[in-house]
């Protein structure tokens, strides 16, 4: 049986390359009828944060790509850990078993220079002394692997040194802990990185000398940035956090990442309708160039493709992620509004982040007016007439269908108190506040009579005081 894995350090945030490759894994697994694992290597202790951890698992949550075992937790399963593992001296076991056969060996440390070796032997060391176990690599040949991507890959075993795999800590090194777990784990297949290929031939001479054998190993092309250097913090927005933070849809990150080395007939799909589709063998081995625009625009149209129930429901979790509860609250009270004034603004936007700032007009009665739209339209000779007839004609209106209140807003541009282009800004504006909004009529008639009402009578009053101000 197929069984993949993917194995983040829990030393930063969840980068948008590193979930990619959980993508591929859970996709493979998927349609292999497989299986997919969740494993966190913190055997770097110093570098290692639960607080980044807590991260990875909840990022991994919201895209959608969930594992098949692990620790339970409520009902869920939880990710292995490595250090876990070591603390129940796993990896300590199989590196004695190299030492015994002679194929690893205790390098002893000076005790003012930890750098420095004094001895080395087959004869685990007093507990005094400052030791590591480290790996013995062949003097001569080629350590080689047929990678599934890249063809046949070798390494002349002359240009290595002799490398740690148990640390004076005691905890196991990156190349040692990721064999053992692999093995244990029986990972038949590993999907990741190219930048992890320097490591493949430390791993395959453990496999070796434990008489084990090694995974089918797959190494895909890094993720870059504009520069076509690999994609970092200077380009921009890396993490999947700080994505979802700016509201973005898990379903088109996860669709634009697929994009990214995976050739698919269609540009914007649900990457779970895709499972019986995937084969490693149809991911390109050229690099990938990622594009902050074609993101943005990507999760516009997923945006526009959820139904009202989906929309209300992605737009009220992200805002109680983002800690703005009481306007979560506010969507909740009245969701027939609130559906009706999200369907309206998503038209207009790409991302949740900019959704919740165009539609704020909406939901707040306390508007506040921009500056521009105060200069232009506000204090001049004809306001006064304008807004007072709108009032009037608001009041008396019946029919609030779009249709309706064009022809009310029409109706007053035929009055000719001003310009038609300034009739409509300034019944734009006086509603929202704002000069750039979902279309006019169709502002008006999901506000409804008495949020239009009101707001034109808030108006009117604005208006006088600024104008008792201009004549004063």
């Known amino acids: 049986m197929i069984r993949c894995r993917f194995a983040p350090s829990p030393t930063g945030h969840l980068h948008v390359g590193g979930v990619r490759t959980a993508l591929f894994n859970w996709l493979f697994a998927r349609s292999q009828n497989g299986s997919y694992i969740l494993r966190i290597e913190d055997t770097d202790a110093e570098r290692s944060d639960n607080l980044y951890e807590q991260e990875i698992v909840q990022s991994l949550r919201w895209c959608g790509l969930d594992w098949d075992e692990g620790p339970e937790i409520g009902g869920d399963y939880g990710p292995y850990r490595q250090s876990e593992r070591a603390a129940e001296g796993i990896y300590t076991g199989f590196a004695k078993s190299l030492v015994k056969s002679k194929r690893a060996y205790y390098a002893v440390y000076d005790e ?61 090194t990156y190349n040692f802990a990721v064999v053992v777990d692999d093995h244990l784990m029986k990972i038949t297949h590993v999907l990741r990185g190219e930048d ?66 995976w050739t698919v007939d269609e540009e914007i799909f649900d990457y779970h309708d895709k499972v019986k589709d995937f084969d490693p063998g149809s991911i390109s081995n050229k690099a990938v160039v990622f594009d902050y625009e074609k993101l943005e625009w990507m999760n516009g149209k997923h945006l526009r493709l959820l139904n009202p129930l989906e929309l209300i429901s992605e737009f009220s979790s992200w805002l109680q992620f983002s800690s703005r509860t009481d306007l979560a609250e506010q969507l909740n009270r009245d969701r027939d509004f609130s559906s009706q004034v999200l369907l309206m603004c998503r038209e207009k936007v790409n991302t949740l982040q900019q959704l919740v700032e165009f539609s704020m007009p909406f939901f707040d009665d306390d508007l506040e007016y921009e500056a521009a739209y105060v200069e232009k339209y506000l204090g001049q000779p004809w306001t006064e007439g304008l807004i007072e007839s709108a009032i009037r004609r608001f009041s008396d209106n019946i029919d609030w269908s779009i249709r309706g209140t064009e022809k009310v807003i029409r109706d007053l541009a035929e009055e000719k108190h001003t310009s038609k282009k300034n009739t409509f800004q300034t019944l734009r504006g006086a509603v929202t506040g704002r000069l750039v909004t979902p279309g006019l009529f169709e502002t008006y008639a999901v506000l409804g009579k008495e949020r239009v009402v009101n707001r034109l009578t808030n108006l009117l009053d604005m208006n006088e005081e600024l104008s008792d101000e201009a004549r004063s």
């Open 112 to 172: 003012n220079d930890r750098q420095r070796i004094v001895a080395t032997t087959y004869d685990e060391p007093l507990s005094e002394p400052v030791w590591t176990i480290k790996m013995k690599v062949p003097e001569d040949g080629v350590t080689a692997f047929e990678d599934l991507l890249k063809a046949r890959i070798e390494f002349r075993n002359e240009t290595m040194d002799d490398f740690v795999i148990i640390k004076s800590s005691g905890f196991p």
């Open 196 to 261: 992890h290929i320097s490591n493949t031939p430390k791993q395959l001479m453990i496999y070796d000398a434990l008489g084990l054998n090694p995974p089918v190993f797959m190494h895909i092309p890094l993720i870059l940035g504009y520069d076509r250097a690999p994609l970092s913090k200077r380009h921009g927005t890396t993490s999947v956090r700080h994505f979802r933070d700016l509201g973005y849809l898990s379903r088109a990150l996860m669709n634009y990442l697929a994009l990214l080395g």
